[in-house]
């Protein structure tokens, strides 16, 4: 398994900012992803982070609102543009470790956007 | 539209009592199933099921796959307070040449002393 470290933990925002979220992996990792938690909604796939290449990104979600980096193979940033509360999630980086499709995640970001 | 339905949404237990949550699904492709546990904002890890008939089991927990039916159970044995979590049922698939997970909403389980 992985020890993935995410900060902030939690944020309190107001609308029209932006946070960026980070996400550290103890090794080395070829693809990171971005998922977000609505409350009572299930875990919904925001990106993809390849390092070296642009994040590819799922229906519904552009990089304009969420810009992604991903400078090297155990680090990646997630921000979270223009915030308006339906923004208010649970953001989670994750990584597939062992060759398979199991997904290690972070500890998460409880974001509030009042 | 690849979907995954978990029932029930929540469920309320005494300690000492058995639980089975449900988990079907309705994806091209499908690669594996996985099973998780959210206690706090991180889900963990617990089970991979990816053939038909096969029980896997660790500890309290087991869990089996139906691919005929389309469908996966999560038992829990003599539930105990540390079990009270939501429990994440995600499908693996393989979509435009990558693999992708689509998770259901959960199921959460309170269990009371």
């Known amino acids: 398994s992985a020890v993935i470290s995410q900060k902030p933990s939690r944020d309190i925002c107001q609308r029209g900012t932006s946070l960026t979220i980070q996400c550290q992996v103890d090794s080395q990792v070829t693809m990171m992803f971005w998922y977000r938690q609505q409350p009572g909604q299930s875990l919904t796939l925001i990106a993809t982070a390849n390092q070296g290449s642009e994040a590819t990104y799922e229906s519904g979600f552009v990089i304009d609102k969420f810009p992604i980096s991903r400078p090297n193979l155990t680090f990646s940033t997630l921000t979270v543009s223009n915030m308006s509360p339906e923004d208010s999630s649970i953001y989670l980086c994750?990584?597939?470790?062992?060759?398979?499709?199991?997904?290690?995640f972070g500890s998460g970001t409880q974001l509030s956007v009042l | 539209e690849d979907k995954v339905v978990q029932s029930p949404l929540s469920l309320v237990v005494h300690e000492g009592d058995t639980v089975t949550l449900n988990c079907s699904y309705e994806v091209t492709n499908f690669r594996s199933l996985l099973w998780y546990k959210q206690e706090k904002k991180a889900p963990t890890f617990l089970f991979m099921l990816?053939?038909?008939?096969i029980e896997k089991k660790s500890g309290r927990l087991s869990s089996i796959l139906d691919k005929k039916e389309l469908f996966s159970i999560l038992n829990i044995t003599a539930t105990q307070t540390g079990d009270s979590a939501i429990y994440l049922c995600a499908v693996s698939l393989t979509q435009g040449g990558s693999e992708k997970l689509v998770f259901g909403k959960g199921t959460k389980l309170t269990v009371n002393p």
């Open positions: 994750s990584v597939e470790m062992g060759g398979d499709e199991k997904l290690f």
């Open positions: 990816t053939s038909s008939g």
